[in-house]
């Protein structure tokens, strides 16, 4: 009884403080469940718990998360919000979609939603799956760095061969070559998303290949592009999130994926009842999902910034396509001569 | 049965310090207990997952304590897990035998791999000198390494990921696993709710088969000859080998025993839970927590169970702090941490029960 009176009093404690918000979603709970990376990762479970926090504020939703230790701990830590009785369940990264689709299919009433991640035709009605249209910010921030490198060499440093990076990747490739038709790449992948050490070896390898601009899809590794670049006073492309705090000086744009924005969008549509369950939904430049980042202005000359405006509206109006695959990518190089 | 004492109150001022930290992180201590306490015990799935959380942590534990009989502080039970998932993973996927052939091949060979990767280090121990704490330390990191690579070979990588194949369903120990999402199954769990409940997580062999080794270590090291000369060993090496024990050999053997006990942990989470192994980017702590269960168990096999199921416990319940009070699930690492200061030096409890008792015999006089 007095474990009752407890619980009680806590969520009497709990509820009393929400009422401050505005009642118009009161009731809702959105619980997240992270990767392994923690929730204070400086990239997009932060990045995620953000948007959440957003929600918080403005529309009263009740917000938890669950940080995973191991990969095995998907499973439990989505049963663990299941049993709290949330309205919907975030699982965040592509890590995650073995465990979600199990979930979803063991409790058919509960809604899920996961990053990064397409089921494509198999999505189960209750799963929601949230896509970034990441080669569309990496087009723009392509085109910097190609418009910025001295030497005509831009490097690209990959976390792993999967589709995600992918879609960095062939974006910025086409960026660099739609403002430099001659420009030279050097590309890798450092098969890791969090060895710093390894970023900083490769960036300094393509640094004495002649790349003076260095993009990086890799997580944690580009914590280690980043410094080796600020050592040897080149440039980098930060991603994710905003990273010129990292090096002021040398970091001269980043390609943002604003999943903070598309967590608040979907929690949104939740309150209002118009959850797409069942279906994936792809946030590009159009919904302000990816983008080039706000600091970028401090770097770039203006000139440069009125030909990103330009871009982003030839993007947003369709004219410009931008691929995110390797066959995608042929076809338009094929579509520049 | 002091050893005992020792861990409760250890325990208890853990769990008293960790109170501390809750409330000085704006938390009641009340609170939190009360979260942990329902979310280990109140639903009948709460007691699988800890079931399946507890499993390997016993085995780890076990591997510790086994080692450190002889007088071998194996903290290589991390790399050890490692390469009994990796060789689990790989033969699970490369064979496909009858569930009875396959579920024994890859449980023994996984056990013979690591149990060869242990008994590395107590060769070069027994053979060169190299203590067994820094060769295991670095042998950690060979394994974690050698793991990430051989998920990339490509074949054994699932496309588009950064995890390997999942192993073939004939070497599954995860028990009714089709059962459960079959038609039939489901009907009859919707009837009855506490097997619905307790067998949504993964509920596995695994802990059937940590029982036994409970046992089988217990017996090896009471009840044989080749046990007391491990644990004499242990004891002092010098008189041991006047009295005509081949030392050298004895801790081989040992740190073998204790590489193959994690390496079961290994292949039992794999085939039971995890189903493959993924890249990793630093080491999971399965085989460091080992380290932890077999100190607060005082490494007696018994102990090792109980604490196994205690940390496994904590660790589950301690997680769901985070979604409902926004407590950091740091509290628990800082719990065991304290738990584990206050085993180390169990003369911090001898000194004030010597006062205690130095005022009873002064009050009587």
Redesign the interface.
């Known amino acids: 009884m007095r474990f009752n009176g407890v619980v009680l009093s806590a969520i009497l404690l709990v509820s009393l403080s929400l009422s401050s918000y505005s009642l118009k979603a009161a009731t809702l709970k959105v619980g997240m469940v992270t990767d392994v990376g923690g929730v204070n990762d400086q990239s997009f479970n932060q990045s995620a718990w953000e948007g959440l926090q957003k929600t918080k504020k403005d529309l009263g939703i009740k917000i938890s998360y669950q940080e995973s230790k191991q990969d095995a701990d998907y499973p439990a830590n989505l049963e663990t919000l299941y049993d709290a009785k949330n309205d919907l369940i975030w699982g965040i990264g592509f890590k995650m979609a073995d465990a979600i689709l199990l979930a979803a299919k063991q409790n058919p009433k509960q809604k899920y939603a996961i990053i990064d991640y397409s089921y494509g035709n198999k999505t189960p009605p209750n799963v929601l799956g949230v896509m970034f249209k990441a080669e569309e910010g990496a087009f723009l921030s392509g085109y910097l760095a190609s418009k910025m490198s001295k030497t005509g060499s831009v490097g690209f440093i990959g976390g792993m061969s999967v589709p995600i990076i992918h879609s960095f990747q062939y974006g910025f490739k086409a960026g660099a070559l739609y403002a430099n038709k001659k420009i030279k790449f050097n590309e890798q992948y450092a098969e890791s998303f969090t060895d710093a050490a390894k970023g900083k070896a490769i960036a300094n390898q393509m640094i004495g290949k002649g790349s003076d601009v260095i993009f990086h899809a890799a997580g944690a590794v580009g914590d280690g592009v980043i410094e080796a670049v600020k050592e040897k006073n080149k440039m980098a492309v930060g991603v994710d999130r905003d990273q010129n705090y990292l090096a002021p000086n040398n970091v001269i744009t980043s390609s943002m994926k604003r999943i903070d924005n598309a967590i608040y969008n979907v929690v949104n549509d939740l309150g209002k009842g118009t959850f797409k369950g069942g279906t994936t939904i792809e946030y590009g430049l159009k919904d302000g999902a990816v983008d080039v980042a706000p600091t970028t202005s401090k770097m770039v000359p203006s000139v440069l910034m009125e030909d990103i405006s330009k871009l982003k509206k030839s993007i947003v109006e369709g004219k410009l396509k931008i691929p995110a695959t390797s066959s995608a990518f042929a076809t338009f190089v094929k579509s520049l001569k | 049965m002091k050893n005992f004492l020792v861990s409760l109150l250890s325990i208890f001022l853990g769990l008293l310090l960790g109170g501390l930290v809750l409330k000085l992180s704006g938390i009641n201590p009340?609170?939190a207990y009360?979260v942990m306490?329902?979310?280990a015990f109140s639903?009948p799935?709460y007691i699988s997952?800890i079931i399946i959380?507890s499993t390997p942590l016993i085995l780890t534990g076990l591997s510790v304590a086994f080692a450190f009989k002889t007088g071998l502080f194996n903290i290589g039970t991390e790399g050890q897990f490692i390469v009994g998932a990796l060789t689990a993973t790989f033969l699970g996927f490369y064979f496909n035998f009858n569930p009875w052939l396959q579920i024994p091949v890859v449980m023994i060979l996984s056990c013979f791999a690591s149990s060869l990767y242990g008994g590395l280090a107590g060769y070069l121990k027994a053979r060169f000198g190299v203590h067994e704490v820094l060769s295991t330390i670095m042998l950690n990191w060979l394994a974690l390494y050698l793991s990430?690579f051989f998920v990339?070979i490509e074949g054994f990588r699932r496309p588009?990921?950064?995890?390997t194949e999942f192993i073939n369903q004939s070497a599954s120990i995860t028990l009714l696993e089709n059962w459960k999402?079959s038609e039939s199954g489901m009907a009859w769990l919707e009837n009855h709710t506490f097997w619905k409940s307790f067998l949504?997580?993964?509920f596995n062999a695994g802990i059937f088969i940590a029982l036994i080794m409970v046992f089988l270590i217990w017996f090896i090291l009471e009840k044989t000859t080749f046990g007391f000369k491990l644990k004499a060993t242990g004891f002092s090496q010098l008189a041991s080998r006047y009295a005509g024990i081949n030392t050298n050999l004895k801790m081989t053997q040992a740190m073998m025993i204790s590489g193959a006990l994690s390496g079961l942990a290994g292949a039992l989470?794999v085939m039971g839970?995890?189903k493959n192994v993924?890249?990793l980017?630093?080491h999971?702590?399965y085989g460091f927590d080992g380290i932890a269960v077999a100190l607060i168990g005082s490494n007696h096999p018994v102990g090792v169970l109980l604490s196994g199921f205690f940390l496994g416990t904590l660790k589950?319940s301690g997680?769901?702090l985070?979604?409902?009070?926004?407590a950091p699930?740091e509290v628990i690492s800082i719990m065991i941490g304290v738990i584990i200061f206050f085993i180390a030096i169990p003369s911090i409890f001898n000194w004030p029960l010597k006062i205690l008792s130095r005022i009873k015999k002064e009050s009587k006089q």
């Open positions: 009340l609170d009360t306490i329902e979310g639903q799935n997952y959380r990430n990339f588009d990921t950064e995890t999402v949504r997580p993964p989470h839970v995890s993924a890249v980017a630093a999971e702590g589950y997680q769901k985070q979604s409902a009070l926004e699930s």
